[in-house]
């Protein structure tokens, strides 16, 4: 039996395929009319909008590339569900490639890895302009999180929001000797937005953050790094009553190492992480952590990225997420 084509479907609703096409894609052309007799058409011949979706109804392959660093980071692996789950609501098929460097995430985003995507939602935390040599992508890309590059559609997370507020809530429980377990930078000093939101909540309570406190391990993507930068802190001898994480996969590997070498949380010592993964709600105790608004991110990723295959133009633009504490058991004693 003959599939029914986008032919058909026109054919039925007394509509042309171009308008078809416009109403499948979204596109802000049609009459409300016009958009229920041309769904009451699908529905009567039976048509598909099959893998491409609104994409396929403008003669391209439907495919969207996600690409991430690395699967191993929760935030990484949860997100790309989460967008996967949410490109196919909006009738468009995924492909999850791994971007593990700066070069790789400039072939992806450029298309020397992904030419068989239509678009692309990329993590990307090593991409700057210089990298991109200036150049915006010939297809619609969407930037989650990281620097926006001002080539890229970006969605934007709190970080100095979010770091700053749970920075703020070790303060507010009378914390002052506050450890930093960081990710590695060239000149070995914590740097970045994060940090930003950290002096900035010190600077709000007349305090000075001490810099022998901050420690970093050789991957801030890992559970382990986290553990051998924590144990290397208790070994120094240093005087701390809190420890933040630079994310949820780094506090874990802290607290395995607080608990290894008897240091109670949050009795001695609070703990607090950053991404709101999954595993933070089931460490002994739970993990306070901040929520960067996962489905709020995602939601503006997808709608942009459709935006634009519906033809929508102009400069790219920016969508600054918000971000708030989840507080839990870890840094749940004051002081």
Same mark, same amino acid.
């Given at each position: 039996m003959k599939r029914p084509t986008l032919a058909d479907v026109a054919a039925m609703a007394g509509v042309s395929p171009k308008t078809v096409s416009n109403v499948l894609r979204d596109r802000p052309?049609?009459?409300t009319a016009t958009r229920e007799r041309?769904?009451?058409a699908v529905a009567a011949v039976g048509y598909r909008v099959n893998r491409a979706g609104r994409a396929l109804a403008g003669g391209g392959s439907g495919r969207i590339a996600v690409v991430v660093p690395n699967l191993h980071q929760p935030y990484y692996a949860e997100n790309a569900e989460r967008l996967i789950l949410a490109l196919a609501a909006q009738n468009l098929t995924s492909t999850l490639r791994i971007a593990s460097n700066a070069d790789a995430e400039r072939e992806a985003i450029l298309g020397a890895t992904t030419a068989d995507a239509d678009g692309m939602i990329v993590f990307a935390p090593h991409i700057n302009a210089e990298l991109l040599d200036g150049k915006a992508p010939n297809r619609p890309v969407v930037q989650f999180g990281s620097t926006p590059t001002g080539l890229l559609d970006t969605v934007v997370?709190?970080?100095?929001?979010?770091?700053?507020?749970?920075?703020?809530? %070790? %303060?507010?429980?009378?914390?002052?000797? %506050?450890?930093l377990v960081?990710?590695?930078t060239r000149n070995g000093r914590p740097a970045g937005r994060r940090f930003e939101g950290f002096l900035a909540a010190h600077e709000e309570f007349g305090l000075e953050a001490?810099?022998? %406190?901050?420690?970093?391990?050789?991957d801030w993507d890992r559970r382990?790094?986290?553990?051998?930068?924590?144990?290397g802190l208790l070994a120094s001898g240093g005087d701390f009553d809190a420890v933040m994480g630079i994310n949820d996969a780094v506090a874990v590997g802290a607290l395995r190492a607080l608990r290894t070498h008897g240091v109670r949380v949050p009795d001695d010592v609070a703990l607090t992480g950053f991404d709101d993964t999954d595993e933070a709600e089931f460490t002994v105790p739970p993990l306070t952590t901040v929520s960067p608004e996962h489905e709020a991110m995602v939601g503006a990723a997808v709608r942009m990225l459709t935006e634009r295959l519906g033809g929508s133009a102009g400069p790219p633009r920016e969508y600054h997420a918000a971000a708030?504490?989840?507080p839990r058991a870890s840094s749940g004693v004051p002081r």
């Open positions: 052309y049609a009459a041309v769904w009451e997370m709190g970080e100095y929001e979010g770091f700053k507020a749970v920075t703020r809530h %070790l %303060l507010d429980t009378g914390r002052r000797r %506050l450890a960081w990710n590695a001490d810099p022998a %406190l901050a420690v970093a391990g050789s382990a790094p986290g553990f051998e930068a924590m144990t708030h504490v989840i």
